[in-house]
Structures are given as C-alpha cells and as structure tokens.
C-alpha cells in the first residue's frame, strides 16, 4: 500500500517557477520498487502524462510539451519525489498529481496503481 500526497502547487506568473513534493508512505515494500509519476489535469481536459522516473532515479522521461523545462527527482532515502517547473506558460495550468506503480516507471495513467489527492498549479499571464 501507498499513500501519497502533494505539495507545493500554487500562483505563479508566467516565466517562474515552482517545485511539487510528493510523500509517500509506504508499507509492505520499500519506496525505492516503485517507479514514480507525474500527471496533470486541466479543467474539461483528459489526464495528460508529465514526467515518470525508475526505481533508482537514474531514468527519467518527459513529453515534449515539457521536456527542458520541468525535472522530476525522487529522494529514497525520504520517501519523496519532486518535479522542479522552470519557465512555467499559463498552459501548464492544472492539478498536478503524483502516482505510484509497481513497475520501474510509465507513461501511461493506467500503469499506475497509486495517487495522490493532487494539487492546483496555477499560471498567469
């Protein structure tokens, strides 16, 4: 089981920043088997993929739409992952949330066993 929650959304001008954290507890296996994930979703729009990370934290991969801008880090020591968000546009607006999956890491919403509540990233222009 893992139980996860998201930090850090907020109000930002076009061209900030912004860093999410996400903890995890977990119990039955250790933080560091579950490849990680990042997702948003904005009003009257499908859940889009953000960035994914392996195991180790040695692998990443974003969709172009981000890549560049945004870098998702985990700390296992911590139980914690991160997405830093630089040069943030008014279309990353949306709530950000942050999964879990027994894999070593996916693209795919569906691969994902484990989510947060999620939390508002808000862009203005």
């Known amino acids: 089981q893992v139980q996860l929650v998201e930090s850090g959304g907020g109000l930002v001008q076009a061209g900030g920043s912004l860093r999410l954290s996400c903890a995890a507890s977990v119990s039955g296996r250790t933080f560091s088997t579950y490849g990680m994930g990042w997702f948003r979703q904005a009003p009257g729009k499908e859940r889009e993929f953000v960035a994914t990370?392996?195991?180790?934290?040695?692998?990443?991969y974003y969709p172009d739409s981000v890549k560049g801008r945004f870098t998702m880090s985990r700390d296992n020591a911590k139980n914690t992952v991160y997405l830093q968000m630089n040069r943030l546009e008014p279309e990353d607006t949306a709530v950000y949330y942050c999964a879990a999956t027994r894999g070593g890491g996916s693209r795919s919403p569906y691969d994902y066993a484990y989510w947060g509540q999620g939390t508002q990233v808000t862009v203005s222009s």
């Open positions: 990370i392996s195991w180790s934290g040695d692998s990443t």
